[in-house]
């Protein structure tokens, strides 16, 4: 099992990054997905969820109506889109893999990726 983020980068309040997982190993389309982050000393958190096929998302308080999880079965990949970004998104941004059902909890989830930075600046 692999999961490989990539699209982070340095950017300014109001900008966007679209981060992606490419994932191999495993049938994508057999478990829910999720995004979750971490920031300079805080415990991780999560972010996104879509569920296995798609149909159903749960999001976070914080990045609810700025972000948006998507992810192609077809293609093995999850993405994150981050619109409106803020300085408080700036954190190491990590793709994991969910259970059958759509989850926000972090127990839920296992092999997680290397992360990719996000850094919101001025």
């Known amino acids: 099992v692999q999961l490989v983020e990539s699209g982070g980068g340095l950017v300014q309040p109001g900008g966007s990054l679209r981060l992606s997982c490419a994932t191999s190993?495993?049938?994508?389309?057999?478990?829910?997905m999720g995004w979750f982050r971490q920031a300079p000393g805080k415990e991780r958190e999560f972010v996104a969820a879509?569920?296995?096929?798609?149909?159903?998302?749960r999001y976070a308080d914080s990045v609810k109506g700025r972000f948006t999880i998507s992810r192609d079965n077809a293609k093995n990949m999850v993405y994150l889109q981050m619109n409106s970004l803020k300085p408080e998104d700036t954190a190491v941004y990590y793709c994991?893999?969910?259970?059958?059902?759509?989850?926000?909890?972090?127990?839920?989830?296992?092999?997680w990726g290397q992360g990719t930075q996000v850094t919101v600046s001025s």
């Open positions: 879509r569920s296995r096929l798609g149909t159903s998302t």
């Open positions: 190993g495993f049938t994508l389309s057999d478990y829910a």
């Open positions: 994991a893999i969910g259970g059958r059902t759509i989850t926000a909890l972090e127990a839920d989830f296992r092999s």
